[in-house]
């Protein structure tokens, strides 16, 4: 992540997140049995079927944020963009924040922003799940109030937060 002041209200960070995980899956199951009225051995007596998959998991992600500080208040646009071998190829997540300072300790905060979660490897994995799945995602709302408290050396922020999000997929 880079940070950059462009002017004496005006900044932006840059990032880069990657992530690579290698994975195995298994699942050691009892036969699928059709009793049809006849009885059934326990399964604690029978055999299993074991199926186990290795595979990996990766993506990268750019982001940018703007923060635009004019008097008391500070907005926060900023944009995410995701690729992947699991789930959607590519996500491009808009969001913006912004924050009002109520004086020298107090402030209100609001939110809202799409985001894209990738499957997990028991959800991709051929046999276990679903190879072509997609992305699940969300809009997320947040409402806050922060109060920082000056205490001897240490400073502590109280961070008060409703929070809802809109779930998909």
Same mark, same amino acid.
């Given at each position: 992540?880079?940070? &950059?002041?462009?002017?004496?209200?005006?900044?932006?960070?840059?990032?880069?997140?990657?992530?690579?995980?290698?994975?195995?899956?298994?699942?050691?199951?009892?036969?699928?049995?059709?009793?049809?009225?006849?009885?059934?051995?326990?399964?604690?007596?029978?055999? %299993? =079927?074991?199926?186990?998959?290795?595979?990996?998991?990766?993506? $990268? $992600?750019?982001?940018?944020?703007?923060?635009?500080?004019? @008097?008391?208040?500070?907005?926060?646009?900023? %944009?995410?963009?995701?690729?992947?071998?699991?789930?959607?190829?590519?996500?491009?997540?808009?969001? %913006?924040?912004? &924050?009002? &300072? %109520?004086?020298?300790?107090?402030?209100? &905060? $609001?939110?809202?922003?799409?985001? *894209?979660?990738?499957?997990?490897?028991?959800? $991709?994995?051929?046999?276990?799940?679903?190879?072509?799945? @997609?992305?699940?995602?969300?809009? *997320?709302?947040?409402?806050?109030?922060?109060?920082? =408290?000056?205490?001897?050396?240490?400073?502590?922020?109280?961070?008060?937060?409703?929070?809802?999000?809109?779930? *998909?997929?």
């Amino acid at each position: 992540e880079v940070e &950059k002041e462009l002017a004496e209200n005006l900044s932006t960070q840059v990032g880069l997140v990657s992530d690579t995980t290698r994975y195995t899956v298994g699942a050691r199951v009892p036969p699928a049995v059709n009793s049809r009225g006849g009885v059934q051995t326990p399964t604690s007596t029978g055999s %299993l =079927i074991e199926s186990y998959q290795t595979g990996t998991l990766t993506s $990268a $992600a750019l982001f940018n944020v703007w923060n635009w500080t004019p @008097g008391p208040y500070t907005l926060s646009p900023s %944009l995410r963009f995701e690729g992947g071998n699991v789930g959607t190829p590519f996500t491009l997540d808009p969001r %913006l924040s912004t &924050k009002r &300072k %109520l004086g020298s300790l107090d402030a209100v &905060k $609001a939110s809202a922003g799409l985001y *894209h979660q990738r499957p997990r490897a028991q959800e $991709a994995a051929e046999g276990f799940g679903n190879p072509d799945v @997609g992305s699940r995602y969300a809009l *997320h709302y947040v409402a806050g109030y922060e109060r920082e =408290i000056p205490w001897r050396a240490l400073p502590l922020t109280l961070d008060w937060q409703l929070f809802y999000r809109d779930l *998909h997929h």
